[in-house]
């Protein structure tokens, strides 16, 4: 069964670059990776999603090397509204299974 | 695209009552919904596998008999928390998995969240 493990906490400044890290040893072959942010009080939102390599979308870049037991949820360039939890997701027998996410907090 | 609503968005009852949570996926179909339970300061926790036409799948320590799941279409499920208690007291989640959604990409679209507060 595919596990994520993530830092509990990270901080930032405005304006800065945050990388989001993610391990999950166990990833099977055909699962992909999945990245979801969450505000208080509010269902979780969609970031990214990838399989391999290299993916980005409007919002943030994903990072995935070749043997796929990490992965990293780069954020450019943050604001105070990116502030939310930020969760890695690997899909596990049909559903997912939420680890304990990262707790972000951008500082003026 | 690929909204989904609850209803209702935060809900005061008194103990003992059961109460409702509304699910529905507004612009796709689903065959396949997610209820999820949140404590504050903590992830979400996966209650139950709610598939259009069959009955739910529960996960282990959630019980079936208190958290009444109904997926009667393609477009709603309903959470019904019968005798509710303080302790029911929580942030409901439900997701929707769009038909035709490969397991290995599982993309999941999730709804507001509904604060049940049990007096």
């Known amino acids: 069964l595919a596990k994520t493990t993530q830092p509990i906490s990270m901080d930032s400044y405005e304006g800065q670059e945050v990388n989001i890290t993610c391990s999950h040893n166990n990833i099977a072959t055909n699962d992909y990776i999945t990245w979801y942010q969450q505000f208080p009080s509010q269902g979780p939102r969609f970031i990214i999603q990838?399989?391999?390599t290299k993916v980005t979308n409007e919002v943030a870049s994903l990072f995935i090397p070749a043997d796929r037991k990490s992965s990293t949820l780069s954020l450019p360039r943050v604001s105070l509204s990116d502030t939310a939890v930020y969760y890695c997701l690997v899909l596990n027998t049909d559903k997912l299974i939420f680890g304990t996410g990262t707790r972000l907090q951008v500082f003026p | 695209g690929a909204v989904v609503s609850q209803h209702p968005s935060w809900v005061i009852c008194k103990s003992g009552t059961s109460v409702k949570i509304e699910c529905r996926s507004l612009d796709f179909q689903a065959t396949t919904m997610f209820w999820y339970r949140q404590f504050p300061k903590q992830s979400l926790m996966l209650m139950a596998t709610?598939?259009?036409?069959?009955?739910?799948?529960?996960e282990q320590g959630v019980e079936k008999d208190k958290f009444l799941i109904n997926h009667a279409s393609l477009t709603l499920s309903t959470l019904t928390v019968t005798s509710a208690h303080p302790e029911d007291s929580s942030f409901y989640i439900c997701?929707?998995?769009?038909?035709?959604?490969?397991?290995?990409?599982?993309?999941?679209?999730f709804g507001p969240g509904t604060r049940l507060t049990v007096l």
């Open positions: 997701s929707a998995r769009p038909i035709g959604t490969t397991l290995s990409t599982d993309t999941q679209y």
């Open positions: 990838g399989y391999k």
């Open positions: 709610s598939n259009e036409g069959s009955k739910a799948t529960y």
